[in-house]
């Protein structure tokens, strides 16, 4: 017998059974609700092996268990829906200092001969006037376009 067994309400049953037939829902929440159907260890679950879940559905096995862990630690609403991903500071190509540094420069006249700025022209200005040692034209696109900005 499994340590971790899944056993389900005849409502949270329901549910998931409602879940796959209407198929409205992203791919990964009704896969997710297949693997739970399917391995249910209760009265009326097929409580399949999790090698007949992986031949069945194509999902791994460290899937199957994450679905089993993250029903029986947090609850069915948990284990249907994917995790948001958290914020990762060390992706982050511009800190803030030097986001307020490039809205200045944006902010400012375009140079002379220019009737405004381009993300090149930015990206070249911010290194001359030393806020980076490189910068990307599409790194400073993405910044202004998290802020909303216009240049012009």
Request: glycine content about 8%; aromatic content about 6%; hydrophobic content about 35%.
């Amino acid at each position: 017998m499994k340590k971790h067994t899944i056993e389900l309400t005849k409502e949270q049953r329901e549910a998931l059974e409602h879940l796959v037939k209407k198929g409205n829902a992203p791919a990964r929440k009704i896969l997710h609700a297949q693997v739970m159907l399917k391995i249910e260890s209760g009265e009326e679950g097929p409580n399949w092996s999790d090698q007949q879940v992986k031949e069945a559905f194509g999902v791994g096995g460290a899937t199957i268990w994450r679905i089993r862990r993250r029903f029986l630690e947090h609850g069915l609403e948990d284990a249907l829906n994917r995790r948001l991903q958290p914020e990762r500071p060390e992706k982050q190509k511009i800190d803030g200092e030097q986001e307020a540094h490039l809205i200045a420069v944006t902010c400012s006249p375009a140079p002379e001969g220019y009737k405004r700025w381009s993300m090149r022209l930015l990206s070249d200005k911010l290194v001359e006037l030393g806020y980076f040692e490189e910068i990307s034209h599409k790194t400073v696109w993405v910044a202004l376009k998290k802020i909303n900005s216009n240049r012009g």
